[in-house]
């Protein structure tokens, strides 16, 4: 073979390497900003576990309270009208302080400039790397959603569907019982009660819920005996 001709064969399947190696890079990366913005990472960050296990008392008490507050003002106006209530009272406070150091500032006759300047020098734009970063985590978020969604809708695996039809036949109850707001409010009450609860009964509720993980297993197990589907699954895996 034409020793040109073998130097360029290499240097074709070495580019070739480096392209797949570099992809298999790209999406590695990806993943890995996927799964450190997805809502699980975030709540099993150290912060927010402390925060749910109040190891500082005054700090999980301020968030739970101004949390709670939020929901039960949402509950009772519209969101336009806390967002309104909310933006008023911040700047009734900036204006006020403002107000507040430009008189102490004549009566003194000091020249401190403004109160807000340190802020106002502060850059808050958001670097490109950031916002690409983000934007391709939720489009790999999106994705993944869409393929599962395709793939119980079209009933690719019959057990997995008929598992979304019973869950959303259960949800049709508690919508008729629940708003969203409510569901909200009972979400943030349970984030901030379970886990001191947890905590403390660790031993009892890992005994009850591996008992109610065998049962449901062996149910499970049961049923899929029984649908042709779900064998050819078992088959193949």
Known sequence: MDPMTQSAQISSSQGIADGQNSAAAKESKLSDSFLSSSPVSLIQSPQVKDLIHWRDPKKSGLVF????????????????????????????????????????????????GHPFKSLIEKDVSIPPETFRKHVDASLTYINRGLKQMSRLFLVEDLVDSLKLAVVMWLFTYVGAVFNGITILILADI???????????????????????????NTTMAKLQEKLPGAMKRSKTE
Not at 82 to 95: E, N
Not at 196 to 206: A, F, L, M, S
Request: proline share 3%.
């Open 65 to 112: 309270g101004l949390s709670m507050l939020m929901l039960l003002s949402l509950a009772a106006f519209s969101i336009i009208s806390v967002a309104s209530y909310l933006l008023l009272a911040l700047l009734c406070v900036t204006i006020t302080f403002r107000i507040y150091k430009s008189v102490v500032q004549a009566v003194q006759k000091s020249s401190d």
């Open 190 to 216: 349970l984030l901030f009660a379970v886990p001191p609860i947890y905590e403390k009964n660790k031993t009892q509720i890992d005994q009850y819920i591996d008992v109610a993980r065998t049962q449901i």
